[in-house]
């Protein structure tokens, strides 16, 4: 079943602009991640946040999460035409084992030049 | 962190016919995920596939309509049986890699298999 519900569903900006991009969920997490998936293509794995922390950055990516308010946010700064792709939150329930990954119904981000 | 080869990129296919998608990992791993997104749709896992034993299956999914394979540590092949335009898909096979500290995995995924039944 979905957990992560992103908002918006699709998002347009200028190139330069900073995205925001947001994620819900609604059970307790052992981290949640963030992929980006271009044009029906595989998936790939931007960052991972614990349970923990609260803000995480990687480049021009930052991420944070609210673990009372059960919500993340991520924010590409300067955005390039190249960042154009779907992006998708996934929160992994642990428990210690693999495949745990719920996905979220994403985000469509359009960066026009 | 590991590489998937995963092919074919895309087929179109007959409804009543199979399709076996193969992912090849550059490394030894215990599981092997597949999943299915369908158009416009979020990821949806399949079956976890472990070497040596028969895979999990995930509410929805039976083995009869998708056997899987998973001969040896670096692969897996995940068949779609008797095809019907539902079927219609993307198919992605994916393995986890440790993230860090304590119990965090990440995942690394094939490319993925567009998949159209006519």
């Known amino acids: 079943s979905q957990q992560g519900e992103e908002d918006p569903q699709a998002l347009s900006i200028q190139e330069g602009e900073n995205a925001t991009m947001n994620c819900s969920y609604k059970t307790s997490i052992n981290n949640l991640q963030w992929y980006r998936q271009n044009s029906g293509r595989g998936l790939v794995h931007l960052i991972l946040i614990r349970s923990n922390e609260r803000e995480k950055h990687s480049g021009r990516l930052r991420v944070t999460l609210d673990t009372s308010k059960k919500s993340s946010s991520l924010l590409i700064t300067a955005s390039r035409a190249a960042d154009t792709a779907s992006y998708f939150c996934?929160?992994?329930?642990?428990?210690?084992?693999?495949?745990?990954?719920?996905f979220g119904k994403g985000t469509k981000l359009s960066v026009k030049p | 962190s590991a590489v998937i080869s995963q092919k074919p990129s895309r087929d179109i296919c007959q409804r009543g016919t199979s399709l076996t998608i193969q992912c090849q990992v550059d490394?030894?791993?215990?599981?092997m995920f597949w999943y299915r997104q369908q158009p416009g749709q979020s990821l949806t896992l399949i079956a976890t596939a472990n070497q040596g034993s028969e895979a999990t299956y995930e509410s929805g999914f039976v083995i009869d309509k998708f056997p899987i394979s998973r001969p040896n540590l670096t692969f897996s092949t995940l068949t779609v049986s008797n095809m019907s335009p539902e079927d219609s898909s993307i198919y992605l096979c994916s393995v986890a890699v440790r993230a860090g500290v304590g119990i965090n995995y990440g995942y690394t995924f094939g490319s993925g298999t567009r998949l159209t039944v006519v």
């Open positions: 490394s030894q791993v215990t599981m």
């Open positions: 996934a929160t992994d329930r642990g428990g210690g084992s693999q495949g745990n990954l719920i």
